[in-house]
């Protein structure tokens, strides 16, 4: 996990990731403390994040490209997520990472990813 809160005292709190798809097009999603980005996305109805596996860690269609400033934010991928990136549809870039392996903390309020253009 990238940032981990499940014991958070805050978890109630409601704060917002941006999430950008392949055409431009911004959306802000509300993502609680301890969610991952995925499960906030999937929630919200956003497109372009597949979510197959609901989070397991086993398929790589919820693919994401950290933007740059918010990169130094997150803690390096673990060696399972790394494998799974490596099954990528899209382009595997230096700030991809699987979205429900980012957990959602005070920190990333108004976190910004991009969507690639397919995750199959």
């Known amino acids: 996990m990238v940032h981990g809160s499940a014991g958070h005292k805050n978890a109630a709190?409601?704060?917002s990731i941006v999430i950008e798809d392949s055409n431009?097009?911004?959306r802000e999603v509300p993502a609680r403390i301890g969610?991952?980005?995925?499960?906030?996305?999937v929630a919200a109805?956003?497109?372009?994040?597949?979510a197959d596996c609901g989070g397991s860690l086993s398929c790589a269609t919820c693919h994401v490209y950290v933007a740059d400033?918010?990169?130094?934010?997150?803690?390096?991928?673990?060696a399972d997520e790394l494998h799974m990136l490596e099954l990528t549809a899209a382009?595997?870039?230096?700030?991809?990472?699987?979205?429900?392996?980012?957990v959602i903390d005070d920190s990333l309020n108004g976190l910004l990813v991009h969507l690639p253009t397919t995750q199959y």
């Open 69 to 78: 400033a918010w990169w130094p934010r997150l803690t390096a991928a673990g």
């Open 91 to 102: 382009e595997r870039r230096a700030t991809s990472r699987l979205s429900c392996q980012i």
């Open 35 to 41: 969610q991952s980005l995925m499960k906030a996305a």
């Open 13 to 15: 709190v409601t704060l």
């Open 24 to 26: 431009g097009r911004r």
């Open 45 to 50: 109805g956003v497109e372009g994040i597949a």
